[in-house]
């Protein structure tokens, strides 16, 4: 039973099911942390340079530091050396490929905030599309295209990685 997956698994509720390989609490271990959050943030709005994050954010040096040694090292943001004229080469970071994934996540936030936190005098940001301006939100659809309007209409299931937990087998 220890290897049991989810093709002969129609009986188990959730509590029956690891959650050791959850990729939320894996992603979460990563960006779960405000200043990661924040400096993604900047770095989508396009500032790039430790000093100009500093100054924008007010996060202390050595916490500033940690957070982009970490986004980094998960391969989410990139250094790319610079130099100003008669200065010391610095980094610039930069989203790769894998940070760029994180945007709708950034801009759900968003939503949520402008929807739960924002005053009356309204949201300080707003993303629109490039080409026509229009306000950018996030939508959840399934494979099929189904747009997905409230939680209640998707049904968690498990995976093809689901394993049961061990105090089950």
Known sequence: M???TVSNATTYDALDWSVDNCPIGRAMEILGERWTVVVLREVFNGIRRFDD???RT???RQVLSNRLSKLVDHG???RVPYREPGARQR???RLTEK???LYPLLIAIRDWGDKYLVGEEGSPLTITHRDCGAVVHTEIH???GHSIESPR???PRPGPGARLRRSNV
């Open 153 to 155: 209409d998707a049904v």
């Open 99 to 101: 940070g760029f994934d």
């Open 91 to 93: 980094d610039e970071y």
């Open 58 to 60: 007010d996060i202390p």
């Open 142 to 144: 399934c494979e099929s």
């Open 76 to 78: 989410i943001l990139r």
């Open 2 to 4: 220890a290897g049991m």
């Open 53 to 55: 994050l500093r100054i």
